[in-house]
Structure formats: C-alpha cells, structure tokens
C-alpha cells in the first residue's frame, strides 16, 4: 500500500491535544500525519514514562448540542466572544492502538 503524504494537524487538533495535555500532564509521543491508515490523532503519554493513550479528536455531531449553540447563536450575539461550540471528552478503556 502506497504511503500518503505527510500532513500536519488541523490547528482545532492542536488546541484540543494542548487542553489535554495541560490537563493530564501529557505530551505527545506521535500523532496522525495522515500517511497511513487506522492511527488515532494523537499518542499521549506522561513524562514519567507512565501507560500512553490514544486521543481522537472530532467535531461535535450530537444534534441536541448543534442546536443548543445555533439557539444561542440567533438570541445572542454569542455567549462568549470568539467561542464556537462546546468541547467534550469522553474516555474510553479497552481501546487497542494500530
């Protein structure tokens, strides 16, 4: 299978890893340049060598929360200048990296 091109994360992707990052006390062993198939976005781990975790990061499809900000949007000229949407992590075990 042929190696795709090397990319960079979207800037969404970097904020969301530095959010927890800061949070956990992560950083980054490796993340998903797009070159190959099945890699989570991002590979944390903790500076003391401790377990490493897998972190995707998506956009927000739950319809409920759409239209919450959307109804926001048209009674307010929003609620928090330059703030787009919410943010939401959900942990998950039992996920087995590629």
């Known amino acids: ?8 994360p979207a ?3 970097l904020r ?3 959010v927890v990052n800061e ?14 198939p099945g ?4 590979l944390l781990g903790p500076l003391d060598g401790g377990p490493k975790v897998a ?3 998506s956009s927000t499809t739950d319809p409920d929360r ?4 959307t109804g926001l949007g048209r009674h307010y000229d929003g609620p928090t200048p330059g703030l787009e949407g919410d ?4 942990v998950t075990s039992g996920t087995h990296g590629a």
């Open 87 to 90: 943010w939401q992590v959900q």
């Open 55 to 57: 972190l995707e990061v």
């Open 39 to 42: 890699k989570a976005d991002f």
């Open 1 to 8: 299978m042929k190696r795709k091109k090397a990319l960079e």
């Open 11 to 13: 800037p969404d992707e």
């Open 66 to 69: 759409q239209g919450l900000w």
């Open 16 to 18: 969301a890893e530095a």
């Open 23 to 36: 949070v956990l006390g992560t950083r980054r062993f490796d993340y998903d340049d797009q070159a190959e």
